[in-house]
């Protein structure tokens, strides 16, 4: 994740797990029922993934029970307001992402939430490039060949995205602006539905991060033709670059994070960052995650609360300049 208004991920990386001796003694008695994880996308796609992967992990060590709900809706907007407007007591959080956190608080004039003051960042947990994939009986053999194929018939091809607001979508927006050319855009309210019809030949192309379609792209439903990353991604290293497929200039990823209701005390949300930071050091979940095209992250709830203000001002710069809102 690379940019001129980003804060460094090596700087994030290479934080401490902000365990102290008093983190660990806070919130005594906390939690005393079942935390609520609500995640802001239905079941199957990478953010799915990435919330059950790390409460299991978290469950499996502090012996706290997590229920994970889905609670997809307007790129996200719907699950992230319901985390904002949860009772402050840390029994409700939710896992974000660049869309709902960062985004949309410049794509929607009338987002019912405002990430910087109803919410409260609790861990920053992996960051993912996306993929522009195809089907595999799709005539697109490259990126090349979408690029040649949209500049002879504009508009004719389109492009899914897990929807309006995602990081796809305007990464998606954002390739069109660089390359000169015009795809039509089909939002989903989600990945499951979007790889369904991707692979199905129901829509021409999709963009989203590299957990959401890396499974299908090895067993070979999938065709990937360029990752959004400045260099290849380890879990696809036959994919080239956008800037290797002659697309310069591009590049853009997703991070995913937790967070809770802004008034949730402070000693929870330490105690939550300490446990969160903890399962991300493990060895089987950093595999996993990995396994997910996701590089795992951590650090302070001040550091991912300062990543969050520097991409609402990054992405926000795309949106202004691309001329796009939702209502």
Known sequence: MQGPCRLPIAAICLATAFVTSTAAAAAPGYPAKPIRV?????????TDIIAR??????????GWTFVVENKPGSGGNLGIDAVAKAAPDGYTIGLGQTS??????????RLPYKPMTDLAPIALVASAPLVLATSTTSPYKTLGDVISASRAKPSAINFASPGNGTVAHLAGELFQKTAGIELTHIPYKGAAQA?????????????????????????????????????RVADLPQVPTFAESNVKGFEASTWFGFVAPASTPKDIVVR???????????????KKLNDQGATVLSGTPD?????????????GAVIKASGITLD
Request: charged content about 15%.
């Open 38 to 46: 609500v995640v802001p996308f239905p079941a199957g796609g990478g």
């Open 53 to 62: 992967e790390v409460a299991n992990r978290v469950a499996l060590s502090t």
């Open 100 to 109: 709902n956190l960062a985004i949309n608080a410049t794509l929607y004039p």
């Open 195 to 231: 790889v369904n019809d991707l692979i199905g030949g129901q829509v021409d192309l999709y963009m989203a991060s590299v957990p959401s379609l890396l499974g299908h792209i090895r067993n070979g439903k999938l065709r990937a033709l360029a990752v959004t990353s400045t260099a």
């Open 272 to 286: 939550l960052n300490s446990e969160f930071n903890k399962a991300l050091q493990a060895a089987e979940l950093k």
């Open 303 to 315: 550091q991912f609360g300062a990543l969050i203000r520097q991409d609402i001002a990054r992405w």
